[in-house]
């Protein structure tokens, strides 16, 4: 890709030599073809949100923007409406210092204890009590086996070993797997009362003796535990006379009756300090304004829009680079360099007629990271939500192949159907309908904000979140069918007496929750919020939290009697629901505490 740089000077320099010039106009397709070259180009560095390769794709549209004569929204002083999401943690200085009965005291500093990326930041201190692998298997799942049976860990610092019993039967092993994880740890150790928890690695485990690295996590709401690891850490426990590399052998059996030991004497205290790391993403939105007045229009909003974000060097997930390919730019062609483009080919054929409403246009960022700039876009509307008639969005439109057009969220108003075929009278794609409007991309933020909408896609293919989705496999000209296609839908509603009344369509599968659930809540948790408990960003039409009163904004803080701070909390405390069984869920509305019953049905 080294010539890049050059075509794209070259481009750029027609593209401002024919702007300069009224009424000539770059064909269409040119003009797609060097929005998909210039914004996958090495030079954007893949749009990671945040990033400088974020701006220099905002600076880009911001330009185009401009040149079609488009404006910031009304009040609004930019095209780039910033939103915050953390972009992982950092350890800030935690320290474990202990006390043994003679009074030794040992300090462990920065660099050789750090907290685990969901812990609290605070101090807390008490007598030890190690809990061998910290590991308690629901009752639901049959399997026996509960670190802390017979232990009492109240007002206790607990410490763990990481992972779980090495030389288990597969099996077993499978099971446990499940309930490693370091937060259902921290989890089983605070639902019993601990005050804090130390994971040590054990001798006979990968990474003997090492710190746990703390990692990038979009879910970022405190845990409600304070939880370090420590570098060695073997002396913790040893305090009884048998050395770590004995009791983990022990325990490698995976014999639940293994049982763990108040370490006499010793005392904790953690002083755990998180740093969680802010950063700022883009969405660039504009408008062209209705010719007239729009007093006495109904709904004088029309919304197009896709996301222009991509993986970056896929280092923050979402990556699917083979090995070979770690670390190279993900140039998103596709994904979605190609629906930006569209959005600028249908603002830019717009932008040259009268309309009766004004044309919304979006560039949301923070897409590949869950929805975030539309979401921000959404809970905070810079035009009020109910004045926009249609959204129509673009995740992947330049891969038609056989002439094949996926339009998706059909479901969402009565009006879509009739307005696409006739739209496509024209056009004549082979046009695949699909209702659900529960998709990975853009259109489900205005699904669940109750906005008419439809999203446009070619389809899946194998170079879909890899580096080698690149502008050469563009096809550029139903590329622009796609766009002409799509205009022709945007034009009948800027202009049409009918608006696009909303429906509501029941899911049949829950998105986002945990792989491997047997069970139904339906619920739609909000991951980019950092609210103790678990903000609901929707429920599902018809499902149980439906039923049960549950509404988007709501935050669930007890289910069953666990209480629940984030979403690691809720994924565990569903592992304790039984199907049909009326469980308890205390929540907060509008800040008043609520109760209802929530009866879980099986997942289809
Ligand atoms: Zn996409
Ligand atoms: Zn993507």
């Known amino acids: 890709m080294k010539s890049t740089s050059r075509q794209l000077a070259l481009s750029l320099a027609a593209v401002t030599l024919l702007s300069a010039a009224p009424g000539a106009q770059a064909p269409a397709s040119s003009r ?21 390769g974020e701006k220099l794709a905002a600076d880009y549209l911001i330009a185009e923007l401009k040149r079609m004569g488009a404006k910031p929204l009304p009040g609004q002083a930019d095209f780039r409406m910033p939103f915050a999401f953390t972009a992982g943690s950092k350890d800030g200085g935690t320290t474990l210092k202990t006390m ?13 204890a ?36 017979g232990l009492d860990v109240k007002d206790k610092v607990v410490v763990v070993l990481r992972y779980f019993p090495e030389d288990a039967d597969q099996k077993t092993r499978a099971i446990l797997a499940r309930y490693a994880d370091l937060r259902y740890k921290a989890q089983a150790a605070r639902q019993r009362g601990a005050r804090g928890m130390i994971v040590i690695t054990g001798p006979r485990s990968p990474n003997a003796g090492e710190l746990v690295p703390m990692s990038f996590d979009t879910a970022i709401a405190g845990s409600g535990v304070v939880a370090v690891s420590v570098k060695g850490g073997a002396w913790l426990i040893e305090g009884n006379g048998r050395s770590l590399d004995e009791v983990q052998k022990e325990l490698d059996s995976g014999n639940p009756h293994v049982a763990g030991f108040a370490v006499p004497g010793v005392t904790a205290t953690i002083n755990a300090k998180v740093i969680r790391q ?15 007045s729009v007093s006495g229009v109904s709904k004088p909003w029309v919304a197009v829009g896709a996301h222009y974000d991509h993986l970056g060097r896929g280092t923050t997930g979402g990556s699917l680079a083979g090995k070979d390919e770690v670390n190279q730019i993900h140039h998103g062609a596709d994904d979605n360099a190609s629906g930006t483009a569209t959005v600028l080919a249908i603002a830019d054929a717009l932008a040259r007629q009268p309309r009766k409403r004004h044309l919304l246009i979006a560039f949301w960022s923070g897409e590949e990271l869950g929805l975030l700039g539309s979401a921000a876009f959404v809970s905070t509307p810079p035009v009020a939500l109910d004045q926009l008639s249609a959204y ?17 969220a059909t479901g969402t108003s009565a009006m879509w159907p009739k307005l696409l075929e006739q739209a496509n009278v024209a056009a004549g794609f082979d046009l695949v309908l699909q209702e659900d409007p529960y998709q990975p991309t853009d259109v489900g933020s205005f699904n669940t904000a109750s906005v008419a909408c439809l999203t446009f896609f070619t389809g899946a293919h ?31 509603l800027l202009d049409g007496d009918q608006v696009p009344q909303f429906t509501k369509v029941e899911q049949k599968t829950e998105t986002g929750g945990r792989a491997g659930l047997r069970l139904f809540t339906g619920t739609i948790p909000d991951y980019a919020s950092d609210v103790k408990g678990l903000l609901l960003g929707g429920v599902i039409g018809g499902g149980p939290a439906e039923q049960a009163g549950l509404a988007k904004g709501d935050v669930i803080v007890e289910i069953a009697g666990q209480s629940i701070t984030n979403i690691y909390d809720y994924t565990y405390a569903l592992e304790l629901l039984k199907i049909g069984q009326p469980a308890k869920v205390v929540y907060l509305r509008g800040g008043q505490k609520q109760e209802t019953t929530l009866t879980p049905a099986a997942r289809k």
Do not use: C, W
């Not at 605070?122 to 590991?135: D, N, Q, R, T, W």
């Not at 802010?278 to 304004?289: F, S």
């Open 32 to 52: 797609t073809r060097t929005h998909v070259q210039t914004l996958a180009s090495d030079k954007f560095e893949g749009r990671l949100t945040g990033s400088s």
């Open 100 to 112: 043994t009965a003679n009074g030794m005291e040992r300090t462990h500093e920065p660099g050789t």
């Open 114 to 149: 750090m907290a685990l990326s969901f812990s609290d930041s605070a101090e807390v201190s008490g007598p030890v009590v190690f809990a061998g692998y910290g590991l308690v298997v629901p009752e639901s799942q049959n399997f026996g086996y509960d670190s802390y049976a």
């Open 278 to 292: 802010q950063q700022t993403g883009h969405n660039v939105v504009a408008y062209l304004p209705a010719s007239g």
């Open 392 to 408: 129509l969005n673009f995740d992947m439109v330049g891969r038609v192949s056989d002439n094949k057009l996926t339009v998706q």
């Open 462 to 492: 194998q170079e879909y979140h890899k580096p080698s989705d690149t502008a050469d496999k563009i096809n550029y000209e139903d590329l622009d069918r796609v766009g002409t296609f799509a205009a022709a839908i945007a034009k009948r």
